[in-house]
């Protein structure tokens, strides 16, 4: 797979995730897809699956009025592909960690994709 075929995978899948269009995050997806999301170096979310993966997303859209993952650095490896990305959201509900509705979150973090048979086979998000 090339490096070009890597960058349009995973562009698609973070303009997807902009634009709150699940449909459109599944595409280049395996079918056997694993998401991780680690916090603070804490594992706080891990998913197989790409039923998994939509239900979950399905189930956060609503938490936010809008959200932006802005790429800032892309490095290709043999099999992955590592993203710098700036985040920032709005909340549109009171969360049980404290954070309200209208609350702004912006931070800084890093996603790394790996592929499996031309689709993005592992996602981590590390923030």
Do not use: W
């Not at 804490?42 to 959200?67: H, M, N, P, S, Y």
């Amino acid at each position: 797979m090339t490096d070009e075929t890597k960058k349009n995978m995973v562009e698609n899948y973070v303009r997807a995730y902009n634009d709150f269009d699940i449909a459109r995050m599944l595409t280049d997806l395996h079918d056997r897809i694993i998401f991780k999301n680690i916090s603070n170096g804490e594992l706080t979310l891990e998913l197989e699956g790409i039923e998994a993966f939509r239900e979950q997303a399905e189930q956060v859209v609503d938490f936010f009025t809008e959200r932006e993952q802005k790429i800032k650095n892309m490095v290709f490896s043999e099999d992955g592909c590592e993203i710098d990305i700036d985040y920032r959201a709005t909340l549109a509900a009171d969360l049980p960690n404290g954070l309200k509705a209208g609350d702004k979150i912006e931070l800084k973090g890093k996603s790394i994709f790996r592929f499996t048979d031309g689709k993005i086979s592992e996602i981590q998000d590390l923030s």
